[in-house]
């Protein structure tokens, strides 16, 4: 049995004062809806591998092989195919925002078998589908990796992750994707993160900047604006003159652990009541030893176990830090390393006063 953590919380609840507020350009927390980036992903083979490609034993690239074969005019049957330079790989992209036919896009090529390497390899042409199954860019050319595996059998070195590689400007964007914001007689500025207060303040600072009515709140993350009665020239005109405008924006208080690696990441306006939190350590280990008696010759005796139990308990000193009134993470981290305590325990901790109502934040564990 152990007792690793003990936390005394008292004066859960507190009076903190006004979280102070920036002044941020709408741009940098709002974006429009409907105008946005969409991902991109295609199947293809990447050729030409110094021998590092997919096994005999990875069936689907021997049949992407035959079938690439076959588009070109030669049949071969894909049990036939015993090939150590192709490999199966996906490919992905991102489709940015208003494009059009003849842009090129960076794609990321990945590899889905179990080859050891694409260096030196070249994508053929592969179609990008989006969300509805439509081809919108295709993509080909060799593939560059910011890594490299090198050796054989047992003698292999690898550096970084040579199974992923990128085509700069390797698609080339085969559909129009552009919104006609002429059309757009609405328009609706989505903030990032969903806050009532700063939905008005957006809504507010716009009727100011025009001094009319053109937009209101929706709900917490939603703000409506009247294109057709702003008085703009055209829409992006009107859209720049929005995203130009300051707000009063409060970031909200979060805190953010990540229970596998220890990592904890605080915001500045995190508050805490005050708190006491006391680290011991308390542990009792019993081991079991068999000790046998072995009777005298000729004594008719019988040979015997006997268990002889051991206990041992230890307790190191409890060492304790306070903090005041208003004091933030920074310091209750600062001392639970005073106290030598691990960075598992430290997560433990602030769920454990983010629980009892202690931790004047969200707290959100990944």
Known sequence: MAVALLVALSFAVAAFGEESARRVQVRDIATIAGIRDNQLVGYGIVVGLNGTGDR?????????????????GVLISPATVRVANVA?????????????????????????????????????MTGL????????ANAQGPVTLGGYTAGRGGNVKTLNFPNVGRIPG????????????????TLSFMLRDPDFNVACEVADAINQEFSAGLAHAVDSRRIDVNAVASGSA???????????????YRPRAKVVVN???????????????AVSVIHGSLSIEISTAYAVSQPAPFSNG?????????L???????????????????????????????????????????AAGGLAAELEVI
Request: no cysteine; glycine share 8%; hydrophobic share 40%.
């Open 56 to 72: 005999s034993q990875t069936q689907f690239t021997t049949q992407t092989l035959a079938n690439a074969m076959r588009r070109m």
């Open 88 to 124: 199966a790989v996906f490919v992905t992209a991102t489709l940015p925002q208003f494009s059009r036919p003849g842009m090129t896009l960076d794609v990321t090529v990945s590899s889905v078998g179990d080859a050891r390497s694409l260096e030196g390899g070249t994508l053929l």
């Open 129 to 136: 589908q989006g969300p509805d199954g439509q081809v919108y």
């Open 170 to 185: 390797g698609a080339i964007v085969e559909r129009d994707t552009a919104v006609d914001l002429s059309r757009m007689s």
């Open 234 to 248: 055209s829409v992006p005109a009107l859209v720049a003159r929005i995203q130009d405008l300051k707000v009063a």
């Open 259 to 273: 229970e596998r690696t220890g990592t904890i990441v605080m915001g500045g306006e995190v508050k805490l009541s």
């Open 302 to 310: 019988k040979t015997t176990t006997t268990p002889e139990v051991n």
């Open 312 to 354: 041992q308990a230890g307790e190191e000193p409890t060492r304790s830090i306070r903090l005041s009134q208003g004091a933030n993470v920074e310091e209750l981290i600062n001392g639970l390393h005073a106290l030598d305590a691990s960075a598992r325990e430290i997560v433990a901790i602030l769920e454990a006063i983010q």
